[in-house]
């Protein structure tokens, strides 16, 4: 059984693949320490020179490093869903973490607009401000949804570890060292009644919201016939609590 929640972030603006990377690393960050994985915040840990902070540092920087290689240009439209799992192994998850990357139908407004004003509409790239880092951070880490969601899940094992893969539409354009295809996985579903998993959806908040409503659900029938590529993170986070 999934039990889910979500979460919408309203940065009012259109984030660009650049800007969702760092929503990501944010997020992963927040997780990695709320869920119990790491003893100290991110930004703490990454300055000890500590036994644990040195096997840290040397996964974590093998992930940003395949997150900056990989959320470029030349995927933003083909990147759907970061996914993050908690548990023993990637297809026995007890926690799902799902970041909203790419909205076909948005992709396809900003196209009409920039047609019909004849000028350019398209997503500037530029960093999240601190302000937009903060909001971001609250919302995952201090919103009531997701303080109501990490009380409702049990506390991590010795034994279980954080997996990442990323949801594409089609194939890469580019690809980095420690990223591979998975022909083999795939989201578990309601139909596992003897698992409990519990799920967090984390979406932004689209500033096309009102003329979009109409096209979601035809949007959510749409992917499930997509032709859905996997593809897995190979470095995980252990448990060094």
Known sequence: MIYT????????????????????????QSLLYQRQIIPEPVSTLSKSDSHISQQFRIVY???????????????????SEFIILFGSAPYLPKEIYRIKCRNANEDELINEIDNEKNKSEEVKCE???????????????????????????????????VFMFIKATNKLQTLSEGL?????????????????????RIELKSPHKEILKEDM???NNKEIDENIIWYRILPFFTNLN
């Open 180 to 200: 591979n295809e998975d022909l083999s996985f795939e989201l578990p579903d309601n139909m596992q009644r003897r698992r409990i998993i519990h799920q967090l």
């Open 61 to 79: 920087e093998k992930v940003t490093k395949i997150l900056q290689n990989t959320f470029r240009s030349p995927n933003a439209k083909i990147i």
């Open 127 to 161: 960093e999240l401000s601190a302000k937009e880092k903060r909001l971001i951070f609250s919302a995952i880490a201090l919103s009531k949804t997701a303080v109501d969601h990490f009380e409702s899940c049990p506390a991590p094992g010795k034994t279980d570890k």
């Open 217 to 219: 659900k035809e949007e």
């Open 5 to 28: 929640n979500s979460i919408d972030i309203d940065v009012n603006r259109c984030l660009c693949i650049h800007s969702i990377s760092q929503l990501i690393d944010i997020t992963l």
